[in-house]
């Protein structure tokens, strides 16, 4: 059995079922005891250390802070290459960029290479956890769950379903990808911390038959998620009111096809017609809120207040290739914003809530990560108060841990994650790149 301690400030939303809500965690001086990659004790230093065994390693986090590890809700493998591709909105930057870039992740050799590279930058950047797009091609499900299984990343992702309006190559009867995603689900769901998503890409690059079979999928495996894209832009919503001329609105030409339920992550929701999103907190749905994507685009404001009032879960997305960033504290500045300019303010601890117990929950996952508390898996990461100059200054006049926190969120990024932690491991962060630099 390996057993380890970490010592420091500790921060965490945790369930508070007394509460039927979720409740803040504090410690200052805290300690969180792993053993086998589970937490199994989180508290004051002052009444658990010591009841330790000396036998157990004690590491001190100072001038940081330890919280769960971020979950990124919504972000697309194939596109971290085209990451800040400018000038268009979304369907013309599709064409432009996003189409060209996925259709290199046909070589298979290509996204081998590639998804190291991309697990390592979430991991750099304090996600541990996250709902994937991948590309059309099965060998980018392939690569993404063999390099993301010996991470042993939690993770969830699926192929794209698209037969119609995108290049050729990157197209497939809806018959063909029903049938590749089911062979992905039977190779990969449930293989260690992988999960899948059935991920029929929109409803303009759907036909009603791949949309129906995304949904047939859904109800036939009792735990994968679905995850698309509903409501982002005018112009997409005006395609879709072409293409489904007999559905009510965006959001019916979903639901006639069975793809929405509790399962279900909607990426976006900028512009819902009147009604949506009622319907989709009925549904038990989830939204996955992407504010830089949005900003990036120039797609709008989503309507952050109305989303949490109507009691849906929200998770925060990065993404990436239409966010700027896949840092997480990035995303919850421009979360910070884009609900600022509609008058909501969004305290620090609401955004850390939705970039880790949110987003656990948004995924079904929330009974393994996203909180610090025994029982869960020890993902987390240490997020550090001297993580540049400004921060530094900033935090010197910080008066209690809200405000440190919120410091982090507006001016964080991958600078500000010193350690990260996956099953009580150190993977990643910018204290664990240095020791493996310095190592022979
Ligand atoms: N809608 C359909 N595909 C995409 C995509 O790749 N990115 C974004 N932001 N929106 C989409
Ligand atoms: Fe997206």
Not at 47 to 54: D, N, Y
Not at 166 to 194: F, T
Not at 249 to 266: H, I
Request: glycine share 8%; charged share 20%; hydrophobic share 45%.
């Amino acid at each position: 059995m390996s057993a380890s301690a970490h010592r420091g400030e500790i921060f965490t939303l945790t369930d508070d079922p007394a509460k039927g809500a979720e409740a803040t965690v504090y410690h200052a001086d805290g300690v969180m005891v792993i053993e086998d990659g589970l937490i199994t004790a989180c508290g004051a230093w002052d009444i658990l250390g010591p009841t330790l065994s000396p036998d157990i390693p004690v590491t001190h986090h100072k001038n940081g802070v330890m919280v769960p590890g971020f979950v990124d809700a919504h972000v697309h493998f194939p596109q971290l290459s085209m990451i800040a591709s400018p000038g268009k909105q979304l369907m013309d930057w599709l064409k432009s960029y996003t189409f060209p870039a996925e259709e290199a992740f046909a070589d298979p050799e290509y996204c081998k290479a590639a998804a190291p590279v991309f697990l390592d930058a979430l991991l750099a950047h304090g996600t541990t956890s996250a709902l994937v797009f991948a590309s059309v091609h099965e060998q980018s499900v392939e690569a993404l769950f063999e390099a993301a299984h010996a991470r042993n990343m939690r993770l969830v992702a699926g192929k794209v379903l698209m037969d119609r309006d995108a290049p050729d190559a990157l197209l497939e009867p809806a018959e063909e990808g029903y049938r590749k995603s089911k062979a992905l689900i039977e190779r990969w769901h449930g293989k260690g911390r992988l999960g899948y998503a059935v991920t029929p890409r929109f409803a303009p690059t759907c036909s009603k038959e791949s949309l129906q079979s995304a949904g047939r999928l859904l109800a036939e495996y009792p735990d994968i998620l679905l995850q698309t894209h509903l409501s982002e832009n005018h112009a997409e919503i005006a395609r879709v009111a072409e293409l489904f001329p007999d559905a009510d609105d965006y959001l019916d030409v979903y639901e006639q096809s069975g793809m929405v339920g509790d399962r279900s992550v909607f990426a976006h929701c900028v512009h819902l017609e009147e009604g949506a999103l009622s319907r989709l907190a009925k549904a038990r749905s989830s939204i996955a809120f992407c504010p830089s994507s949005n900003l990036f685009l120039g797609s709008g404001l989503m309507d952050y207040e109305a989303a949490r009032k109507a009691g849906i879960e929200i998770g925060l997305g990065s993404d990436v290739g239409a966010g700027t960033s896949l840092s997480l504290l990035a995303t919850m500045s421009e979360a910070y914003k884009v609900a600022h300019i509609k008058g909501t303010v969004i305290a620090a601890e609401q955004a850390f809530y939705h970039a880790t117990l949110g987003g656990a929950r948004a995924l079904h996952m929330a009974d393994r990560v996203g909180s610090l508390k025994p029982g869960m898996e020890a993902d987390f990461l240490v997020l550090d108060y001297a993580a540049t100059p400004v921060i530094a200054g900033r935090m010197a006049v910080a008066r209690d841990v809200m405000e440190r926190l919120f410091v982090l969120m507006m001016l964080g990024d991958d600078r500000a994650v010193r350690h990260v932690y996956l099953a009580g491991k150190p993977v990643a962060g910018h204290a664990f790149a240095a020791t493996q630099q310095a190592a022979p």
